[in-house]
């Protein structure tokens, strides 16, 4: 501060027109210059968007990183340029997983929709380990309903939360008895009636079973379209409508099962396998894993890592592109 005057700053403003304050200001903003270019140079990285190894980019075939990776962060991309590289990271899973189907075991509509039932806060594995036992005792849904609680109860354990299942597949067989006799509904408005089943339950069936587009919002889905930037929601209802509205409906059921495979396969949750990764060139949130290509083949699951599969009786393509069917329950 300036030293101030009986005449309100009269001195301040004389100090001002001499050599050596002028001399002191010039000092301060070559310090301010130096300090500036000490912080820009500190925060440039923060500023460039992420760029593939050439190593992941040779992953998918034909591509270099310098084709792939924006001059902007993903999050300033036009809606245009969203569905384009969206569209492309199906397609390239497409070719990654052309066998990819759904990992729980079924023969009929029945059976699909209560082994979806069965699958939350388990994996599917467990479920089809569990169920062949389920279905023999209880094959069709005027079976199930007439069930004595305590015995499907002890068939349901190993999945969990065994009693509220059993609550569910009963009392959803007893609903498709009473309202639908005794088959499951091929509508949406209906299937989300039955107890226990919600949309991504309803879907699953419609998809699978019926042959008719929709949308499985599961925990996988949920994080690989964040992490892609496909849209920030979080809500599993404006995911689906989000995720949906970038691509042709009648793609939206092999969509879902080309996203789940590659979440449980390679992009994990806690450790992502960035650098096993096909579309490591297409994806944002590259580096959020492990990015050296031989740590990252260890991070590998399923068929992928060259274990077994999730379905005790998988379909002919699975077998035939190298997977293996899933041990049955007790198997060691």
């Known amino acids: 501060m ?10 301040t403003a004389k100090a001002t027109k001499g050599a050596a304050p002028a001399k002191r200001v010039t000092a301060k903003k070559g310090a301010v210059k130096k300090s500036a270019e000490k ?16 190593k992941a980019a040779a992953a998918v075939k034909g591509v270099g990183p310098a084709k792939t990776v924006a001059a902007k962060p993903v999050r300033e991309e036009s809606r245009t340029a969203l569905v384009r590289r969206a569209r492309r990271i199906n397609r390239e899973l497409a070719e990654v997983y052309p066998y990819a189907h759904p990992e729980l075991d079924f023969e009929n509509p ?16 467990r479920v ?47 609903a498709l008895v009473e309202d ?8 949406l408005e209906d299937l989300v009636k039955l107890p226990g089943v919600g949309r991504k339950t309803a879907f699953v069936v419609l998809g699978n079973a019926f042959g008719r587009p929709g949308i499985t919002v599961d925990t996988h889905f949920q994080r690989l379209v964040r992490r892609w930037q496909w849209t920030a929601e979080t809500d599993p209802d404006k995911i689906e409508a989000a995720v949906g509205a970038l691509f042709p409906k009648s793609d939206w ?34 580096g ?39 041990p049955p329950l007790g198997a060691g």
Do not use: M
């Open 110 to 125: 029945f059976q699909l929709v209560v082994a979806t039932v069965l699958s939350a806060q388990t994996t599917d594995l």
């Open 288 to 326: 959020e894993g492990e990015t050296d290509p031989e740590k990252a083949k260890k991070l590998l699951k399923y068929e992928k890592g060259g274990f077994p599969g999730q379905r005790l009786n998988p379909p002919r393509a699975y077998l035939d592109a190298g997977g293996k069917p899933a």
């Open 253 to 286: 059921t092999d969509l879902s099962h080309h996203v789940i495979w590659h979440g449980r396969r390679i992009c994990h949750a806690r450790k992502p396998a960035c650098g096993a990764c096909p579309i490591a060139p297409l994806c944002p949130a590259y």
């Open 39 to 54: 912080s820009v140079k500190k925060q440039a990285p923060a500023k460039k968007p992420a760029v593939v190894p050439g």
């Open 128 to 174: 089809n380990q569990t169920t062949p036992a389920l279905f023999a005792k209880y094959p069709t849904p005027e079976d199930l309903a007439a069930a004595v609680p305590e015995e499907v109860e002890e068939i349901l354990r190993p999945t969990g939360f065994f009693r509220a299942k059993t609550k569910s597949v009963i009392g959803l067989s007893k």
């Open 2 to 11: 300036g030293e101030q005057g009986p005449d309100g700053g009269r001195k």
């Open 180 to 187: 639908f006799g005794g088959e499951v509904p091929g509508r």
